[in-house]
């Protein structure tokens, strides 16, 4: 069984540092993996898609990096704002069906002005 | 529109009523995934369906719950007698091929029984 895990669970920063969010996966046979962002009471906006055969993938501020073969992503942050304060959640999607996504727990990110 | 429709973004139920959460997803998407998110909780998997087919519901309570992706219209999810455990916030995805192009998720709805 698929299991994600996401560290740090929260984390505190300053505005304009740059920060590193770590998430494993404990099945290597992964479809992609996908970086959410959840605001409170609200849905989930995608940030960054990996797909399995890719090693990193960019987007503004956002990097994200995918070593499958031992299980672990991170996403990477650069010159924090506080309007990136959120909870970042990444999910798997299996090899063999790709179409369930396992969800990590969430690092919740406060960025302070 | 190009996102995924949820409605009603908060529902309230007393308990032992039905509660009925639709999903449209985006133009052009035929798959469509229910996950539930409870209180301090991660998001879990629930049912995977396709226009007029479910696919995997291996995440679904085996009682009260039901989903259908009917060929014209939204997806429901439908919750029969709820109980209080049923309070949730309840997410739908849309994906155009399977998840090759990653999911797009709505807004959710926001069940409290009461």
């Known amino acids: 069984k698929q299991e994600v895990t996401q560290i740090p669970a929260a984390l505190s920063v300053p505005e304009g540092e740059n920060l590193v969010l770590n998430c494993s996966f404990t099945?290597?046979?992964?479809?992609?993996l996908q970086w959410f962002r959840q605001d409170p009471g609200k849905g989930l906006t995608s940030l960054l898609l990996?797909?399995?055969?890719?090693r990193e993938q960019t987007s503004g501020r956002l990097n994200a990096s995918l070593d499958k073969s031992s299980g672990r992503s991170t996403l990477y942050i650069a010159a924090s704002q506080p309007g990136d304060s959120a909870t970042y959640l990444c999910?798997?999607?299996?090899?063999?069906?790709?179409?369930?996504?396992?969800f990590g727990e969430g690092t919740q990110l406060t960025v302070n002005p | 529109n190009a996102g995924v429709m949820q409605n009603p973004r908060h529902l309230v139920r007393r308990r032992g009523q039905e509660a009925r959460l639709r999903c449209s997803p985006v133009?052009?998407?035929?798959?469509v995934y229910w996950y539930r998110q409870l209180p301090e909780e991660g998001l879990k998997f629930m049912v995977y369906?396709?226009?007029?087919?479910?696919?995997?519901e291996s995440g679904m309570p085996k009682e009260r719950f039901s989903a259908e992706f009917p060929k014209e219209g939204p997806s429901i999810l439908r919750i029969q007698q709820v109980v209080r455990g049923d309070s949730a916030a309840y997410f739908c995805?849309?994906?155009?091929?399977?998840?090759?192009?990653?999911?797009?998720f709505g807004s959710g709805t926001r069940l409290t029984v009461v």
């Open positions: 369906l396709q226009k007029e087919n479910i696919i995997d």
């Open positions: 995805a849309s994906s155009p091929l399977r998840t090759y192009y990653g999911y797009t």
């Open positions: 099945d290597s046979a992964i479809y992609n």
């Open positions: 999910a798997v999607a299996e090899e063999t069906s790709g179409s369930r996504l396992t």
């Open positions: 990996i797909q399995s055969s890719q």
């Open positions: 133009k052009g998407h035929s798959h």
